[in-house]
């Protein structure tokens, strides 16, 4: 045993005192989407079974996994602030942690249609996780199916609320396809986005043969229709993508047969404004959108085709940039083509796009935020352990907060803090002390960061982007000299400070 004269203990005794010491305000792991699950046919031995692919680490990890649920192209979940799974579900039936049944989570969304794929339905964003507002371990499932299959269009939207205290914390259903809305709807395309005051959430969908949005609000007090806005262009029942961009502002709504629509979007009204009409160069049913962290961009894939689209141009449709054609590509071979399919923006700041087929691959978009051809995507760049059916998840940004100073900033989140530790968030850092790899975890900002790790000296040593909206990044100092080094973040006037020590 080292005596506690040892000047190394020491000098560790006091550099730990120093992390310790720091305040702390803010500082916590967040997960909630960092987990995407996919692949299908578990009882087969690979290439088939489960994928998934973990973001808590800052950067893609990618694993197979031996479970029951399957997912095709419906695919939802949540993890806890830690990234810890707490449910999933391919829309027939939810799962707990273990990948097991729920407790009374069979026999969701009721239909012909959904009998037909107890494995999973082949419905994009047709199930969407929420948190109530309020009430720690309390969710909802808002989901939907084909209920009319010669018609093509879904006659409910359901709802179904889960309570974790059950089974053991594993979690339990205590109520199970409530309908919310009995009409015709266009199949699928449920999303939200979170309110103006930063607690509640807008969910929305889409009346079907009509221009007509419905608009649910979901409240401490449950989940309710707020009312229906007409805009836009009349839509058949249609496949394809909705998405908001990750700070609320925006809404994009894209099937090919009808092309793409861009609104703009007020989260204290719940309200769409300035409906954008565009002819996309292709006409290719079932494509996907997904924006760039900034919001700036939004990328359309199209089958064969991948587009950018500047939402600051004067003329958003002249703004287009073609960045990408098929290049012919099969995995594992002929004729499985790894085509352009549904789109989702990633918790490490990249765009994702799945192939239109179970696929070994996806393709992925790796720096979104820059213009035309520099937003640089590489098709079929991600490799998969599984076959993957299209099921990228349909995750709303959690980590979105109040619109400060609008009307509908009214609860006081975000508020209360003293202006030093505005300019001063800190980040918590894990493991620590370390032999060279660490992941910092801080709170999800909205616009770029930056991070400088410098050493005693003041020497910087690495320094690196921090997408927007992330909340763990990990940092790799394999060649670093033991010692204290002092890890720095900024975002726009905000910065947070963690010393980190390197010993081997």
Same mark, same amino acid.
């Given at each position: 045993? +080292? ?23 803010? !500082? ?8 995407? =699950? ?17 973001? &808590?680490?800052?950067?893609? =990890? ?34 707990? !942690? ?26 994009? @964003? ?35 609320? &889960?309570?974790?205290?059950? *089974? ?5 259903? #205590?109520?199970?396809? @409530? ?23 807008? #969910?929305?969908?889409? +009346? ?12 401490? *007090? ?15 029942? *249609? ?7 990750? %700070? ?29 009409? &565009? ?10 959108? !997904? ?11 199209? #089958? ?6 500047? =939402?600051?141009?004067? %003329? ?26 549904? !789109? ?15 696929? $070994? ?7 979104? %935020? ?10 079929? *760049? ?24 609008? $009307? ?14 505005? @300019?001063?968030?800190? $980040? ?60 720095? =973040? ?15």
């Amino acid at each position: 045993m +080292k005596s506690r004269t040892n000047p190394t203990w020491a000098v560790r005794a006091a550099l730990l005192f120093l992390i310790c010491w720091s305040p702390c305000h803010l !500082a916590r792991a967040q997960g909630l989407n960092n987990l995407w =699950m996919g692949g299908t046919n578990s009882e087969e031995p690979m290439p088939f079974g489960g994928t998934d692919l973990n973001f &808590i680490s800052g950067n893609v =990890m990618v694993s197979y996994t031996n479970r029951d649920i399957d997912f095709r192209r419906t695919s939802a979940n949540i993890t806890d602030q830690s990234g810890n799974l707490l449910m999933s579900t391919n829309g027939s039936y939810l799962a707990n !942690a273990t990948g097991d049944t729920m407790l009374n989570g069979s026999g969701l969304n009721p239909s012909a249609y959904t009998a037909l794929f107890p494995e999973g339905l082949y419905l994009g @964003q047709s199930a969407l996780v929420l948190p109530k507002p309020q009430e720690v371990g309390a969710y909802y499932l808002i989901h939907g199916t084909v209920d009319d299959i010669v018609g093509q269009v879904a006659n409910f939207l359901y709802l179904t609320a &889960i309570d974790m205290g059950l *089974d053991g914390g594993l979690g339990g259903v #205590v109520l199970k396809n @409530q309908i919310l809305i009995a009409d015709d709807l266009n199949v699928a395309k449920i999303t939200a986005v979170r309110h103006a005051n930063g607690r509640d959430w807008w #969910v929305f969908c889409h +009346k079907a043969n009509t221009n007509t949005f419905y608009r649910l609000l979901v409240t401490p *007090d449950g989940v309710s229709i707020d009312g229906t806005q007409s805009i836009g262009i009349n839509r058949p029942a *249609d496949a394809g993508q909705v998405c908001f961009s990750p %700070d609320g502002s925006r809404f994009a709504y894209y099937w090919g047969d009808d092309e793409l629509e861009v609104f703009d979007f007020d989260r204290c009204s719940g309200l769409f404004s300035n409906a954008v009409f &565009i002819v996309v160069p292709d006409a290719y049913a079932g494509p996907g959108v !997904a924006f760039s962290p900034n919001s700036r961009f939004l990328y359309v894939s199209s #089958v064969e085709d991948v587009y950018q689209y500047d =939402m600051q141009a004067a %003329d958003i449709e002249a703004s287009m940039v073609h960045i990408a054609t098929w290049d012919g590509f099969y995995s594992p071979g002929p004729p499985f083509a790894t085509l352009f399919d549904i !789109a989702q923006l990633a918790p490490d700041g990249k765009v994702y796009i799945a192939t239109g087929n179970s696929t $070994l691959h996806l393709h992925v978009i790796h720096d979104p %935020d820059q213009p035309g051809l520099l937003c640089n995507m590489v098709q079929h *760049d991600l490799e998969l352990p599984t076959y993957y059916s299209n099921s990228l998840p349909n995750h709303p940004n959690y980590h979105l907060g109040p619109v400060d100073g609008s $009307l509908c900033d009214s609860l006081g989140i975000n508020t209360g803090l003293q202006e030093e530790e505005k @300019q001063h968030l800190v $980040l918590n850092s894990f493991p620590n002390p370390t032999s060279g790899p660490f992941m910092l975890s801080y709170p999800a900002q909205s616009v770029v960061g930056e991070l400088e790790v410098r050493d005693l000296s003041g020497r910087i040593v690495r320094s690196e982007r921090i997408p927007q909206w992330s909340t763990v990044h990990r940092v790799a100092l394999d060649h670093a000299a033991e010692g204290l080094y002092m890890c720095r =973040m900024r975002w726009q006037g905000l910065e947070a400070v963690v010393r980190i020590i390197i010993e081997r």
